[in-house]
């Protein structure tokens, strides 16, 4: 996923990669620091639970919206329509958002 930022050309920018879950935020850490042997500049970048960064501010945020869970169970808090807006307004520049459509 960051490789592909860095193709943007986003060297120089600030950059969140934000999860609803603690859990997903674990599993980013550990591909960052597999990445970040490669491509040391990716050192600075941000990986934060939303809740976490409430009231900060970057030119770029990556939102990792792709949970697993089984199929009958419900999103909770994440169909909030404010945790949704803390979510998005965390951002300067640019926000992406990734999603699974294939599980709803």
Request: aromatic fraction near 8%; charged fraction near 20%; hydrophobic fraction near 45%.
């Amino acid at each position: 996923m960051l490789n592909i930022a860095l193709d943007m050309n986003i060297r120089g920018q600030q950059v969140a990669i934000l999860t609803p879950y603690a859990a997903q935020r674990v599993r980013h850490i550990r591909a960052l620091e597999t990445t970040t042997v490669d491509n040391p500049e990716l050192y600075n970048v941000v990986i934060s639970t939303v809740n976490k960064f409430q009231s900060q501010e970057v030119d770029i945020v990556l939102l990792d919206l792709v949970i697993q869970f089984k199929q009958n169970s419900v999103l909770g808090f994440m169909k909030d329509y404010n945790w949704l807006n803390v979510a998005t307004s965390c951002t300067r520049d640019v926000l992406i958002i990734l999603g699974d459509d294939s599980k709803y």
